[in-house]
């Protein structure tokens, strides 16, 4: 419970300065506060290949959006797999076997139970 209290305490002391601090940047640009985040933002652009100034059509979304996919399910599977070694794991569970592993990454990554709800209960 006093997770939960932290964790909206945080969220609404930060609500009214991150979002005074987002308008500023999507209307004026960066704000002179926070002219030191334009550097890291060009630096992560020039990692990543990313022309900011490029626009990005369908194919290339697409393209992006199944590559951001299979990257996450990549790691959750892989996060299952050294979990034995991982902190924070008091019951000492071992690796989870790589079909279930798979079957649990996809499941989060598209955000889907397996039980049929009343939406798509046929």
């Known amino acids: 419970m006093l997770e939960l209290v932290l964790l909206l305490l945080g969220a609404a002391l930060s609500a009214i300065p991150l979002g005074t601090y987002l308008a500023m940047v999507f209307s004026e640009g960066f704000p002179k506060k926070g002219r030191f985040l334009r550097g890291i933002e060009h630096l992560l652009y020039r990692l990543a290949g990313i022309d900011p100034a490029a626009e990005m059509d369908g194919k290339t979304y697409i393209l992006a959006f199944v590559a951001f996919h299979l990257v996450g399910i990549a790691a959750l599977v ?3 797999e050294v979990q034995q070694w991982l902190p ?3 019951q000492g569970f071992g690796p989870v076997r790589w079909d279930i592993a798979l079957n649990t990454a996809v499941s989060f990554v598209t ?3 397996g039980k049929p ?3 798509n209960k046929r």
Request: hydrophobic share 35%; glycine share 0%.
């Open 111 to 113: 955000n889907t139970t």
């Open 117 to 119: 709800t009343p939406a």
């Open 78 to 80: 892989l996060l299952q």
């Open 88 to 90: 924070l794991n008091p």
